[in-house]
């Protein structure tokens, strides 16, 4: 009989904390498809730009010494990162791809065209937002990016 008590209780137990990590892993699964869609989506509106040569696309380019040439693989390159990142066995390569993007964006940003660039300081929030989206994702995904390094286990 006190199996019957003792065992009763347990599955019980079992059955919440199951349901629990349900719910959590769900809303797991939940915030990191909106790193991916954010980060995504923001390198690819950008891409309109870029490719469309518009006139902010280029006069930024040309200010950092990088136009046409640097405009055009800037926006290949965040069109990789971003299907990378939407595709879940790649989004670890596609975090730290947007990642170098987004640092070396960043880093023009503070050092030669300013936080605010025409007039508005859009373009470098976007780069904050995406860097941290993506730096988040090469974290959560560190198991998949640590494979691009080819580390020797002592």
């Known amino acids: 009989m006190r199996k019957a008590c003792i065992t009763g209780p347990m599955q019980t137990g ?19 498809w909106a790193l991916r869609l954010i980060s995504a ?23 950092i010494g990088m136009e046409p040439w ?8 965040e069109l990789m990162a971003s299907i990378l990142i939407l595709y879940p066995r790649t989004t670890g390569y596609g975090a730290v791809l947007g990642l170098g993007l987004m640092a070396g964006a960043l880093y023009f ?14 373009l470098f929030i976007y780069a ?4 941290v989206c993506c730096a ?9 990016v ?3 390094l080819p580390l020797k286990k002592a």
Do not use: C
Not at 109 to 118: A, E, M, N, P, Y
């Open 70 to 77: 640097g405009r055009i693989s800037t926006g290949v390159f």
């Open 146 to 148: 640590s494979k691009l």
């Open 14 to 32: 079992k059955k919440l904390l199951t349901d629990n990590n349900k719910k959590a892993m769900k809303l797991n699964n939940i915030l990191l």
């Open 41 to 63: 989506v923001i390198m690819l509106q950008t891409l309109y730009f870029k490719f469309r040569a518009d006139p902010q696309s280029v006069k930024l380019f040309t200010e």
């Open 128 to 131: 904050v937002i995406v860097f």
């Open 109 to 122: 940003h503070l050092t030669k065209i300013g936080i605010v660039f025409d007039g508005d300081a859009v």
């Open 136 to 144: 988040i994702l090469v974290f959560v995904y560190r198991k998949q």
